[in-house]
Nanobody
Framework: QVQFVESGGGLVQPGGSLRLSCEAS????????MSWVRQAPGKGPEWVSG????????RYADSVKGRFTISRDNAKNTLYLEMNSLKPEDTALYYC???????????????RGQGTQVTVSS
């Protein structure tokens, strides 16, 4: 079955950095576009970034553009999110998702992992 295991979150001060990982299994990873999605307390899910199946093209939400970098290692079935210049408003539960077709921002909601918590606070 489709599974995602996210890791790498934690508590970081404003301006700090974190690198998130998402290990995927149960499907042919390199056939799918992938996304990172986040959900802050009391808010709905927010799409953060998407990447095509080969890893050569990426898209970002305006709120993270220039600060976050999405990447993937298809040999390891792993998706990454490098987060720099973190702000308190980046605080959320981050999770990865498998995308629909060739969309960068539309993703399947039925499959998701437990997520990894990112807290940005001084």
């Amino acid at each position: 079955q489709v599974q995602f295991v996210e890791s790498g979150g934690g508590l970081v001060q404003p301006g700090g950095s974190l690198r998130l990982s998402c290990e995927a299994s149960g499907f042919t990873f390199n056939n799918y576009y992938m996304s990172w999605v986040r959900q802050a307390p009391g808010k709905g899910p927010e799409w953060v970034s998407g990447i095509n199946s080969a890893g050569g093209n990426t898209r970002y939400a305006d709120s993270v553009k220039g600060r976050f970098t999405i990447s993937r290692d298809n040999a390891k079935n792993t998706l990454y999110l490098e987060m720099n210049s973190l702000k308190p408003e980046d605080t959320a539960l981050y999770y990865c998702a498998r995308n629909l077709g060739s969309s960068y921002s539309r993703y399947e909601v039925v499959f998701r992992g437990q997520g990894t918590q990112v807290t940005v606070s001084s």
